[in-house]
């Protein structure tokens, strides 16, 4: 009758009896296998769990009991060795209250639950102890924090107490510690007995399972051209599946895979294993594109970690020395500009560590700074930079040389105890002031460095970071001893010229009023003064020899004027002569003629003279005026 049967029926047929068996061997195996997954449940999920978290009870609890026993010896006063020991105990009760929580959350039997109960109880008696134990060795700590000695009395009273109590937990751990054991060994009996129902029902599964098979494979044969043909199926599929991925390689499409699904489950490895394949040596190429692209953006990332081998390893190693040396030329680049910040301008990087172009980077970076504190240094003025504490971090050229020292030696000194000026340790610091208000602030006070005394203005800069903090302050100083000299020698001119105007001006006003026995004699002069005493001795005498000019023109027209009174006596005795008789006027005629010639003269002389000396009255009275 099977042999009569179409070819679809008789596949049909054999699915319908194959399955029948593969039913029967499923069931007889789903059900014995079901019974050993529950006992190999119980015993993974419950029993070894169980015993696993009393370990970890135990465990911690010799780890806490130890690190007491440390802290309770006497000799053990370094505060880093105690820390380590409560570090300890701090472990320990994690790994007891971790493993408490876990066992307590699993089913337990009634037995094992009573058990349990009876063991917490001892338990809690040690945790008591315990706890009792340890706040004396806190106080203990607390003692020796506070000053106290360790061979003082108070010392040793808690070293006797905590050694009491040391007893008492002892014997508290061994009973919790057998306790627990009991309780561990009652789950080890329990999973030993779930063990035994697993092999006996894994006995009977097999042998029904054998038997099951050894019919079906009868079966089965005669579905081998059906299976011959679905294999086919299975190939052509598989080679579609690696012709698409070679395909999709080739033409740069990294992140195609095979589909393991359009494959049967035992070739199914073959895709899987081609797409493992591809994803191992796509991920460290995708790993290096990413790096050199986060590099490239000045994202610095960590180094590669992960595992790789061959030519991988070799990539890795590579990427990891590049990030390596873009990180130290980073870190010295921020060190550079942190020192730069502070005012450590003597600071270098150390171009010895880098190699190729970094290295000079570096060196490029090393120069610049160098040409800064160059152009700092042909400042001829002094400047310096220093930190909040007013502790000098550079010194320019120019105030090394007024110094008299080194700046190597100055820098890490404070700044007063060079420039020692009046400001110095004052709230007029115009640094101080200048870091204080967060802007410029300019003084002027006198300074004394080395040898020298100056007269100074300074200018202190508040330094901020790069948060805005401020770190420091610059101080510009400039030199004003010469302009200060000038200044005092130019009022000192000053004041010895009003003196020698005003004695000119009394001078002048008393000729003004007539008085013309006044002299000027200039004024004591000293070096800042004799220039322009030496001026004014010109004028004085050219005053002096006004004055007596003026004064003997009018001795001039006083005598003239005598004169004028001599011709007039002479004419009236003339004139008498002429009236006593004749014979006497005809021989006086030529006399008479040469004596009012000679009167007409001396009135013309003295006109002259009258109208000098008013010209010279004049002028004297405009300069008294104008004083």
């Known amino acids: 009758m099977f042999a009569g049967m179409k070819t679809g029926t008789k596949v049909l047929a054999g699915f319908g009896i194959a399955i029948a068996v593969f039913l029967i061997v499923g069931g007889i195996g789903y059900f014995g296998l079901m019974r050993v997954y529950d006992t190999g449940d119980t015993i993974a999920e419950v029993r070894l769990p169980a015993v696993a978290a009393l370990n970890q009870v135990l465990k911690g609890q010799m780890t806490a009991a130890a690190g007491l026993r440390m802290l309770a010896n006497p000799r053990m006063t370094d505060p880093a060795r105690r820390k380590a020991q409560y570090d300890l105990i701090e472990e320990g009760s994690e790994d007891i209250q971790g493993g408490i929580r876990q066992y307590e959350s699993l089913p337990h039997t009634r037995e094992e639950a009573a058990s349990w109960k009876e063991a917490r109880s001892v338990w809690d008696k040690w945790q008591s102890t315990f706890d009792g134990a340890l706040a004396l060795a806190r106080e203990k700590d607390r003692l020796l924090a506070g000053g106290v000695k360790s061979d003082d009395a108070k010392i040793a009273v808690l070293d006797a107490r905590t050694f009491a109590t040391m007893t008492e937990t002892a014997t508290a751990l061994t009973d919790a510690h057998h306790r627990l054991e009991e309780v561990s060994n009652m789950n080890a009996r329990a999973a030993e007995e779930e063990s035994d129902v697993a092999d006996r029902a894994m006995a009977v599964t097999r042998v029904a399972t054998i038997s099951a098979i050894l019919v079906g494979a009868m079966l089965m044969i005669c579905l081998g051209v059906f299976i011959a043909r679905s294999i086919s199926k299975v190939l052509r599929n598989l080679v579609g599946e690696t012709k698409r991925l070679t395909e999709a390689a080739v033409e740069g499409k990294l992140q195609t895979r095979g589909n393991p699904k359009l494959v049967s489950l035992e070739f199914r490895r073959i895709v899987e294993g081609v797409n493992a394949t591809l994803d191992a040596v796509i991920g460290p190429l995708m790993v290096s594109a990413e790096y050199v692209d986060r590099i490239s953006k000045g994202d610095i990332p960590p180094k590669i970690t992960d595992t790789y081998h061959g030519d991988f390893n070799e990539i890795k190693n590579n990427l990891n020395q590049c990030i390596d040396a873009v990180g130290a030329l980073v870190a010295d680049a921020n060190m550079l500009s942190q020192a730069a910040v502070g005012g450590e301008l003597f600071t270098r990087a150390d171009a010895s560590k880098h190699q190729g172009d970094f290295r000079k980077i570096v060196e490029g970076v090393n120069a610049t700074i160098g040409a800064l504190v160059g152009h700092l240094d042909a400042v001829p ?112 001119v000053a004041e010895y010229q009003e003196g020698e105007v005003r004695k000119l001006a009394e001078v002048l006003a008393k000729m003004a009023q007539g008085d013309l026995t006044q002299d000027y004699v200039e004024g004591e002069a000293d070096q800042d003064t004799a220039s322009v005493a030496q001026n004014f001795a010109t004028l004085g005498a050219a005053l002096n020899s006004t004055i007596a000019n003026l004064s003997a023109m009018i001795q001039q027209v006083t005598e003239s004027a005598n004169q004028f009174a001599e011709g007039s006596r002479v004419i009236a005795e003339s004139s008498q002569s002429l009236a006593q008789g004749a014979q006497s006027q005809s021989s006086s005629v030529e006399e008479m003629t040469a004596a009012i010639e000679e009167l007409a003269r001396s009135v013309d002389v003295v006109k002259e003279n009258a109208t000098e000396a008013n010209r010279v009255a004049n002028e004297a009275n405009s300069l008294a005026e104008e004083g």
């Open 381 to 492: 003025a002094p400047a310096l930079i220093v930190d909040k504490e007013l502790t000098i971090r550079y010194m320019n050229k120019a105030g090394a040389d007024v110094i008299g020292l080194p700046s190597e030696q100055i820098c890490g000194t404070k700044c007063h105890h060079h420039f020692k000026t009046s400001d110095c340790n004052t709230e007029r610091c115009a640094t101080a002031r200048a870091m204080r208000d967060a802007r410029p602030i300019t003084s002027e006070t006198d300074a004394h460095p080395g040898k020298h005394h100056l007269e100074i203005t300074y200018t202190g800069l508040p330094i901020k970071d790069r948060e805005g903090r401020i770190v420091g302050a610059m101080e510009f100083v400039t030199d004003l001893t010469a302009i200060k000299q000038a200044g005092r020698v130019a009022a000192k």
